[in-house]
């Protein structure tokens, strides 16, 4: 039973980073509306290609003209999500069974659930920008969750092969460490909502220039602008949002990237004290350089769709990395109390075991 759940994570690990990729794509090729209804497609399983399925199609809706291209990348990526939604209720269902990692299986079969409701609202609300980002942090929420499922159960799994116990390793500076990495994960965190929040608003490339804006940005900055809500628009597709708002929405995203960028160097040089820890620093450090090279090659080539793609799938490993190294120090942090609790117990019974 263990090695099957253990297997169906990996599993659940790739189709998830598949469905966070056709997420982008569809978000990126404007077919977030391809099909106008959901489940479905224009009334039909599948994408209408038949002259009579494209004409009942648009006789049902009128307003959006069936195009192939767009219908297709939006039920594929369907598709996906509720191949991965069937696995991940099959791990909950083997995580009952077993009587291990229920809670965390229980959040994540609601974390998809919720998901496919954001899904249908992305849909049935014209791309509100809200549900829109809701929908883009759903996804890597989804993917850490199952991420966290994956290291527990591989944990599990390293321990019942090779017959190890579970030896303390501990951390010279954990608790500082720690707390760098869950600082870190926070603005990292921010920043993908700040990227989810330009993107739902067609901001990406309300800026031309490096590093921040073109001149005279500082004038037409408004943050109350950049933060509001819209509402009560019959169809958000292209955004709704003046320019000055798209403006200030974009430079609150590089500002966010400056500030990102800083605490993961602060938080590199901490993980490059450890020597078990290199690694992981040489992975996150690398990461991170890649992502700035996206986010620049996204303003000078104007958001060419494969770079656009990988900008938002290396924000996911970045966060991933994060995850990884909280796991790791804050596992090492727990056996290590759990050692020296069990150690000051053994010495303070000693003298009343050799007084009797």
């Known amino acids: 039973m263990l090695e099957i759940r253990y ?40 994408v209408p290609t038949g002259a009579e399925e494209v004409a009942i199609a648009e006789m049902a809706f ?39 990692h229920v809670k965390l299986a229980t959040t994540l079969l609601a974390t998809v659930t919720f998901q496919a409701v954001l899904g249908m609202w992305t849909v049935t609300m014209n791309l509100m920008p809200l549900v829109v980002m809701g929908h883009l942090l759903g996804g890597f929420t989804t993917f850490c969750l199952i991420l ?29 460490l720690l707390g760098m990495i869950k600082a870190a994960t926070l603005v990292v965190v ?21 590093p ?11 943050l109350s602008q950049a933060l509001s809500v819209p509402t ?8 709704v949002f003046p320019f000055e708002a798209r403006m200030s929405i974009h430079v609150l995203h590089r500002f966010g990237a400056i500030l990102a960028t800083s605490i993961i160097a602060l938080l590199l040089l901490r993980l490059w004290q450890n020597h078990s820890l290199r690694p992981l620093a040489l992975g996150l450090g690398s990461l991170t350089l890649i992502q700035i090279s996206l986010g620049v090659s996204n303003v000078v080539f104007h958001l060419p769709l494969a770079v656009a793609v990988a900008h938002n799938f290396v924000g996911l490993l970045l966060l991933a990395t994060l995850v990884i190294a ?12 759990s050692v020296h609790i069990n150690s000051s117990s053994q010495s303070s019974q000693l003298p009343l075991e050799q007084g009797a």
Not at 154 to 169: C, G, Y
Not at 212 to 222: A, L, N, V, Y
Not at 232 to 238: K, L, N, R
Request: hydrophobic share 45%.
């Open 7 to 46: 297997r169906l994570t990996q599993i659940a690990l790739v189709l998830v980073s598949v469905v966070v990729i056709l997420g982008a794509f569809t978000r990126l090729t404007d077919a977030g509306l391809g099909c106008p209804d959901w489940p479905g497609c224009y009334g039909f399983l599948t």
């Open 62 to 100: 009128p307003e959006r003209p069936v195009e192939a291209s767009k219908a297709r990348n939006e039920m594929v990526h369907r598709y996906f999500a509720g191949s991965l939604g069937v696995l991940v209720l099959l791990l909950w269902v083997l995580s009952l069974r077993a009587k291990q």
């Open 148 to 176: 966290l499922l994956f290291l527990r159960l591989k944990t599990r799994v390293l321990l019942a092969r090779e017959h190890i116990q579970d030896k303390p390793s501990p951390l010279k500076g954990d608790k500082l």
């Open 190 to 210: 921010l920043q993908i909502a700040l990227g989810g929040w330009t993107a739902a608003n067609y901001a990406a490339v309300a800026c031309t220039d490096l």
């Open 212 to 222: 921040i804006c073109e001149p005279g940005w500082q004038e037409k900055f408004d």
């Open 232 to 239: 009560g628009h019959a169809d958000y597709e292209f955004g």
């Open 326 to 337: 909280w796991y790791l120090v804050q596992s090492r942090r727990k056996t290590s109390l």
